[in-house]
């Protein structure tokens, strides 16, 4: 499997045993995902009393790149938001979705409505 961009769902669903995970786990250790998320991870984990630690060693088995959240992307996630509002996407999800089109790498979801979005670059719905 090439490199994908993981959005926080498709970790979520990895770290919850839900369905659609496997799709994750066939990728250890491709993963690339924006300080955005990897935060939006520690929060939703750390909210259900999974200990920092666990959740750190979980990403770390999934993710070999952490991309940094700069102007740029942030600008470029903010547009997007703009344009997607109708949707209902929240900012961290255009900065995941602008970090695949950015890189030029397709992003792995379990948001169905991501891949109705025009301009973003491919997007892999796991459930």
């Not at 799709?23 to 995902?33: D, E, F, I, K, N």
């Not at 666990?54 to 999934?62: P, Y």
């Amino acid at each position: 499997m090439s490199r994908v961009v993981l959005d926080a769902s498709a970790v979520l669903a990895v770290a919850k045993a839900e369905p659609g995970a496997e799709h994750v786990t066939r990728g250890l250790r491709r993963g690339v995902m924006s300080t955005v998320n990897v935060a939006e991870v520690f929060a939703k984990l750390l909210y259900n009393g999974v200990p920092v630690a666990d959740i750190a060693l979980g990403l770390g088995s999934l993710v070999a790149e952490v991309v940094p959240f700069d102007r740029e992307q942030a600008e470029a996630a903010a547009a997007l938001h703009a344009r997607t509002r109708a949707l209902g996407l929240s900012l961290a999800d255009t900065a995941c979705l602008n970090l695949g089109a950015r890189l030029g790498l397709p992003v792995v979801t379990t948001d169905r409505d991501w891949a109705k979005i025009e301009g973003v670059g491919p997007v892999e719905v796991i459930r």
